[in-house]
């Protein structure tokens, strides 16, 4: 079992930053690839970012050149660095680990969710 606990949403003005993170419970963290997704209200969950556990990553286009994923296996976390942001980028931001599937973008792939933190950009 693996508890993932986000951190660092808010509100801020479009063109800001926000930085997430995502503390996990397990030293065994580096064996899984990890996901930020995000869903805004009446809408699916969307795929934003992957990283997985030799550093590769993947983006939505949405998000790439924006966002940056990045993990420290040393302190179990998994980042996600927001620049640029829009009004779109308005939703609950949920941290994701996967034990077998590597920069997924569908959620079903994903084993372990957080509970989520809420990013409002105001226009």
């Known amino acids: 079992q693996v508890q993932l606990v986000e951190s660092g949403g808010g509100l801020v003005q479009a063109g800001g930053s926000l930085r997430l993170s995502c503390a996990a419970s397990?030293?065994?963290?580096?064996?899984?690839?990890m996901g930020w997704f995000r869903q805004a209200p009446g809408s699916e969950r969307e795929f934003v970012a992957a990283?997985?556990?030799?550093?590769?990553?993947n983006y939505s286009d949405s998000v790439k050149g924006r966002f940056t994923i990045s993990r420290d296996n040393a302190k179990i976390t998994v980042n996600l660095q927001m620049n640029s942001l829009k009004p779109d980028d308005t939703a609950v931001y949920f941290c994701?680990?996967?034990?077998?599937?590597?920069?997924?973008?569908?959620?079903?792939?994903?084993?372990?969710w957080g509970a989520g933190t809420q990013v409002t950009v105001s226009s």
């Open positions: 994701a680990a996967a034990r077998r599937f590597s920069l997924s973008i569908y959620p079903s792939s994903y084993d372990y």
């Open positions: 397990r030293r065994t963290f580096s064996n899984y690839a």
């Open positions: 990283a997985n556990w030799d550093g590769d990553t």
